[in-house]
């Protein structure tokens, strides 16, 4: 049986690879656009949110070939979103991966037009049936995805975390109000990975589907902690992105609020429920151990 690990980099592979095939099948219409837009995408990365896509499918008894729409889907909002958060006019940021943000390699408005082009590209990805031939989802499954995404991505996930942390600079917040801007800003996105695999797999029950809800939710928040942890701890080279970006920013932040050590232990104490929430999974939940593992270990 092939280890969890080496799956996990196999998956890595084959999301980089149908990355490299989905823009490559592009026409080159607009060419300084289409470089930007590979840039931004083959950096490298964790690749996190395609392999909890393909671990839940996997784990249901569903196919690779059904789950790639979905993980190539995630993964152009996620780049589409980091583009987007290191804009001057957001977090100003010039270092992502361990190389120049995009804005920085080009120039901003091609950036923004960059992300414009990914979020477009998400959905897409999720309606054509013609790059990914072996799927084989109904019409209503990939509406449904569609549906998940946006909700995630949106005025009530994604975004909206962004906006609380830009009105959050400076500011004091509960640990209540943190947790709900992260619960938005990072969570609505891992939790939509999980369900669009979950959609993937086409074997999916009312419980299941709230169990992995319960489980993003506990591992996204673990893995925002453990990115506060990081940012004071680390160090750029490691980060691919500027250490103490967050301190000097001002910004609300776990360690901040509730101390370096709790902050650690609570990082500890999500990964434990989340790995509990997955025991009545039984084996099939075994992938998702390992990448819940993962995001509490990781060093950047």
């Given at each position: ?9 196999e998956l ?17 219409t ?19 949110r ?7 499918c ?55 037009l960059?992300?414009?082009?990914l ?19 109904s ?63 086409n074997q ?10 319960q ?36 910004k ?5 609020i509730?101390?370096?050590?709790q902050?650690?232990?609570k ?18 939940a ?15």
């Open positions: 049986m092939m280890s969890q690990q080496k799956q996990l980099v890595q592979q084959r999301t980089n690879q149908l990355l490299d095939n989905l823009i490559s099948s592009h026409p080159n607009a060419p300084y656009l289409k470089k930007a837009i590979n840039y931004s995408l083959t950096q490298g990365g964790k690749r996190l395609p392999l909890l896509t393909y671990a839940t996997l784990g249901l008894g569903g196919n690779l070939e059904s789950a790639d729409p979905a993980a190539i889907a995630i993964e152009c909002i996620h780049t589409y979103s980091l583009i987007h958060d290191d804009l001057p006019a957001m977090d100003d940021d010039s270092l992502r991966r361990g190389q120049p943000t995009c804005h920085i390699a080009f120039d901003e408005a091609t950036a923004i960059a992300g414009d082009a979020q477009a590209l998400a959905f897409e990805t999720l309606a054509t049936h013609d790059w990914f031939p072996g799927c084989t989802l019409s209503s499954a990939r509406l449904k995805q569609v549906q998940v995404l946006a909700q995630a991505a949106g005025m009530n996930g994604m975004v909206a975390g962004q906006s609380i942390d830009l009105c959050s600079v400076g500011k004091q917040l509960s640990l209540e109000q943190l947790e709900k801007m992260h619960h938005c800003k990072t969570g609505a996105l891992i939790k939509a990975s999980i369900h669009l695999g979950a959609l993937a797999s999916v029950d009312e419980t299941t589907w709230q169990q992995l809800g489980f993003a939710d506990a591992v996204g928040l673990a893995f925002q902690i453990q990115d506060d942890i990081l940012d004071i701890e680390s160090d750029t080279e490691t980060l691919g992105k500027t250490q103490g970006a967050d301190i000097a920013n001002d609300p932040t776990y360690p901040a509730m101390g370096l050590s902050a650690k232990q990082a500890q104490q999500l990964t434990d429920e989340a790995l509990a929430i997955l025991k009545p999974l039984g084996q099939a075994a992938p998702l151990r390992q990448l819940a593992l993962l995001i509490i270990q990781r060093n950047h």
